[in-house]
């Protein structure tokens, strides 16, 4: 059972102009947008965490230490 061309339905347009004659440049942006708007583009990529050995973090010094003697413990390595 082959479909001849006289059982096949010419497809939908995608838009339709219903009032107005636009020209060729107010489609193309017209379609631009309506295709930006469909687009599913929407998430941006999350970075992911660096690994415990990338981690420049925890190579920074700490803060300071408050309360008596927290000179003295700002001098001594952790």
């Known amino acids: 059972m082959s479909e001849t061309p006289e059982d096949q339905q010419p497809p939908k347009p995608l838009l339709t102009v219903v009032r107005g004659n636009p020209d060729n440049v107010e489609l193309a942006a017209l379609s631009a947008v309506?295709?930006?708007?469909?687009?599913?583009?929407?998430?941006?990529?999350?970075?992911?965490?660096?690994?415990?050995?990338?981690?420049?973090?925890?190579?920074?010094?700490?803060?300071?230490?408050?309360?008596?003697?927290?000179?003295?413990?700002?001098?001594?390595?952790?």
Request: a positive charge; glycine letters at 20%.
């Open 34 to 78: 309506v295709a930006a708007a469909a687009g599913g583009g929407g998430e941006e990529p999350t970075a992911e965490q660096p690994s415990g050995w990338a981690d420049k973090e925890s190579q920074l010094r700490g803060g300071l230490r408050h309360g008596p003697g927290a000179w003295r413990a700002s001098a001594r390595r952790r």
